[in-house]
């Protein structure tokens, strides 16, 4: 079974600023995996399928993805439900990470199979200190292997 340290993260945010604020306190809180970002939601499906651009990018699984809703393209949810509807990539890991906080919403992403559901808080401190939290959660945890 690999541990965090094997994973690489697939950070899916349109948001330059969120994204390196992400990737910064997930430093910070000593995860040092491969972090690929990626701008809108068809990225990362042609990225997880290998597809378009991606077509002979290599990919490390196992995964685990950091997934904004608000996306251009393709948004989060028909991210999550193309990846949960494949059998190659049902198993892997999805972490919304987004400023909806809307119940619907939320319980919308747990029924397209979302395993976590983290609401970025509006201001700096506390987005930067949830983020570091989810740093320190990531690096207990145990992931599936991604085969």
Do not use: W
């Not at 002979?56 to 193309?82: A, F, K, R």
């Not at 397209?112 to 509006?122: E, Q, S």
């Amino acid at each position: 079974m690999p541990t965090i340290n094997d994973v690489t993260i697939i950070l899916v945010e349109d948001n330059d600023g969120h994204a390196r604020l992400i990737e910064k306190n997930l430093r910070r809180a000593n995860i040092s995996n491969e972090i690929v970002k990626l701008e809108d939601g068809q990225l990362m499906l042609d990225y997880l399928f290998a597809e378009e651009g991606y077509v002979n990018t290599p990919h490390h699984p196992p995964l685990l993805v950091l997934l904004d809703l608000n996306l251009p393209m393709v948004d989060g949810y028909q991210v999550l439900e193309q990846m949960k509807a494949n059998e190659r990539t049902k198993a892997i890991p999805i972490i919304i990470l987004t400023t909806t906080d809307d119940g619907y919403e939320i319980n919308r992403c747990y029924e397209l199979g979302a395993n976590i559901y983290i609401t970025k808080p509006v201001e700096y401190t506390q987005f930067a200190e949830a983020i570091s939290k989810l740093g320190l959660f990531l690096s207990v945890v145990m992931l599936p292997d991604g085969k």
